[in-house]
């Protein structure tokens, strides 16, 4: 599934190209107005105090800007921002260190903090609460607890994952903001913000093309813009027209609901082949030729939020929705088929 288009995680090469995508001040985020708001409060609120804000977790699914408010954080309060990440934490002793090397007022974020360590994450705890950490030297019976004060510091956690953190780790957080998707109103604004940002000449119609096949993530329609201005470049007059993002949208597959070749390779097996189902996932993988894995993670998810995807206990089964999308009648009797009244 290399360079997938509609991929909701970014690679090294992507990731690059985000970074100067990204918003650098609460007011320049568009969208998340919840989270936005809630997050204002909580920064104004420690800036009259004079204080550290609280400690913040950011949850959501991929792509639709943790990092960046997490980097704004640190911006609203002018403080530094360090970073890393749970899977980079692997002994209480890197976290120590860490902690041990932060100045008052620091920001630290800890990306995919759902995949720290055990050790580490009971270390965290009491810095969070206490800022003090008890470092341990030396080894069994002879081993000793050294306390370590911290100055006071904000973590920011951000987890597409929330779920999977325990308990005691997410009731330390003081605020915890939950990213939602994105309307398509708020992602043509984001395009047209990326637009100016990466000098590319871009009409109305053309942005809102965009956007309404992005699957409501920033991501995706920066990814989305950036090999649209490639085919206006060499196929067009550079402008990025309605006419001119719709070409460039079926070229590479990402069809008007947002469905790429393999969603709706999944969603025509199941149609065609099956007849709306139920049909096990193994079977539909098979059927599409892909591993189940794929069909399950990288298909699957984004077709039931859609709603063109049931699963069920039987299976997986096509909604109505999907017969529609693909232009095929539903068969009567089909799952998800309502009986007409009276009949
Ligand atoms: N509200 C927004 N307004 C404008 N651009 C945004 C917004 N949210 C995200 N973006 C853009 O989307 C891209 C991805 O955002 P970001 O890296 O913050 O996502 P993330 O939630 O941290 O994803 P991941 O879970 O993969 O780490 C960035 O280039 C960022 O500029
Ligand atoms: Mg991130």
Not at 95 to 120: C, K, Q, T, W, Y
Not at 162 to 186: K, M, N, Q, V, W
Request: charged share 25%.
């Amino acid at each position: 599934m290399e360079g997938r288009l509609t991929a909701v995680e970014a690679d090294a090469d992507e990731r690059a190209v985000e970074a100067a995508l990204r918003p650098r001040r609460l007011d320049e985020v568009i969208g998340q107005e919840r989270v936005r708001e809630q997050l204002g409060l909580v920064l104004d609120a420690a800036k009259a105090r004079g204080r550290v804000p609280d400690h913040v977790l950011l949850s959501g699914p991929p792509g639709l800007g943790k990092t960046t408010l997490a980097m704004i954080i640190a911006a609203e309060m002018e403080a530094p921002l360090r970073l890393t990440s749970g899977p980079a934490i692997t002994h209480a002793g890197d976290l120590a260190a860490i902690l041990s090397g932060l100045n008052e007022g620091e920001v630290l974020f800890v990306d995919e903090i759902h995949r720290m360590s055990r050790p580490a994450e009971e270390m965290l705890y009491m810095a969070m609460e206490d800022f003090r950490v008890d470092v341990i030297i030396g080894k069994g019976p002879g081993a000793t607890a050294i306390p370590l004060e911290i100055p006071p510091f904000t973590l920011v956690g951000a987890t597409t994952r929330a779920g999977l953190l325990p308990g005691p780790l997410r009731d330390r957080f003081g605020f915890t903001g939950h990213l939602e998707f994105y309307e398509p109103h708020e992602l043509d604004g984001i395009v047209h913000r990326s637009a100016r940002l990466l000098d590319v000449d871009l009409t109305d119609e053309g942005s809102s093309e965009i956007a309404g096949r992005s699957r409501g993530t920033p991501r995706i329609a920066n990814r989305l813009l950036r090999r649209v201005r490639d085919y206006a470049q060499v196929r067009a007059d550079g402008v990025v027209t309605l006419d001119v993002a719709h070409r460039a949208l079926d070229l590479f597959e990402v069809d008007a609901s947002g469905l790429d070749r393999l969603d709706r390779g999944v969603l025509d097996a199941l149609c065609r082949r099956f007849g709306g189902g139920p049909v096990g996932i193994s079977t539909l993988a098979v059927a599409v030729g892909e591993e189940r894995e794929t069909v399950e993670e990288v298909a699957e998810p984004f077709l039931v939020r859609n709603g063109f995807l049931a699963r069920t206990p039987r299976g997986r089964v096509a909604t109505p929705a999907a017969w529609a999308h693909l232009g095929l009648q539903q068969p009567l009797g089909a799952p998800g088929d309502e009986p007409l009244p009276g009949s």
